[in-house]
T-cell receptor
Framework: AQSVAQPEDQVNVAEGNPLTVKCTYS??????LFWYVQYPNRGLQFLLK??????LVKGSYGFEAEFNKSQTSFHLKKPSALVSDSALYFC????????????FGTGTRLKVLA | DAGITQSPRHKVTETGTPVTLRCHQT?????MYWYRQDPGHGLRLIHY???????DKGEVSDGYSVSRSKTEDFLLTLESATSSQTSVYFC?????????????FGSGTRLTVV
């Protein structure tokens, strides 16, 4: 079965500390992987993507993510969290070749504490 | 969210009534999508369009229909609203089928069926 898992409903981190939001996937073929962020009462905003190439990808607002093929993971990271990073984060994957639809994870709420 | 607007932003309707949500884009993107967002489910695809008058079903299409008579407008209709359709609905657009550039999302419509 093809799926995306975000194992943590909520992640709490102190401001200035590094943060990690976890994502694992199971799809056939080479995945396209994405992270989106949703602020209250807003639509999802694109953060970063992995299509091919360097396993470490950098995105908006200082976020980065590491693609790990052997662990089928694509964890979102930031070296130093800000209170303004508090939001809902979604991992998404395009199913393998031959389809063009996303599968979204259920979301992880990040709370950065001052 | 530049280039894509959803209307209305909020709506309360009664069970059994038809409801139409509108998505309007100014990006001239070919591909448009309707998602619903529910706690514990992330985003689920309802319907999508790959051109004027070309639409297809997503994973949760029962009880919904769509129409796209112009490139810029994609309408979602709940034929007879039910309480299970209370949700936040997001429209998304993309310039290509490959989705390598990700989606651009609208700000959402919060629909309550009473």
């Amino acid at each position: 079965a093809q799926s995306v898992a975000q194992p943590e409903d909520q992640v709490n981190v102190a401001e200035g500390n590094p943060l990690t939001v976890k994502c694992t996937y199971s799809v056939s073929g080479n995945p396209y992987l994405f992270w989106y962020v949703q602020y209250p009462n807003r639509g999802l905003q694109f953060l970063l993507k992995y299509i091919t190439g360097d396993n470490l990808v950098k995105g908006s607002y200082g976020f980065e993510a590491e693609f790990n093929k052997s662990q089928t993971s694509f964890h979102l990271k930031k070296p130093s969290a800000l209170v303004s990073d508090s939001a809902l984060y979604f991992c998404a994957v395009r199913r393998g070749s031959g389809t063009y639809k996303y599968i979204f994870g259920t979301g992880t709420r990040l709370k950065v504490l001052a | 969210d530049a280039g894509i607007t959803q209307s209305p932003r909020h709506k309360v309707t009664e069970t059994g009534t038809p409801v139409t949500l509108r998505c309007h884009q100014t990006e001239n993107h070919r591909y448009m999508y309707w998602y619903r967002q529910d706690p514990g489910h992330g985003l689920r695809l309802i319907h999508y369009s790959y051109g004027v008058k070309d639409t297809d079903k997503g994973e949760v299409s029962d009880g919904y229909s769509v129409s796209r008579s112009k490139t810029e407008d994609f309408l979602l209709t709940l034929e007879s609203a039910t309480s299970s359709q209370t949700s936040v609905y997001f429209c998304a657009i993309s310039p290509n089928l490959d989705l390598a550039d990700g989606y651009t999302f609208g700000s959402g419509t919060r629909l309550t069926v009473v």
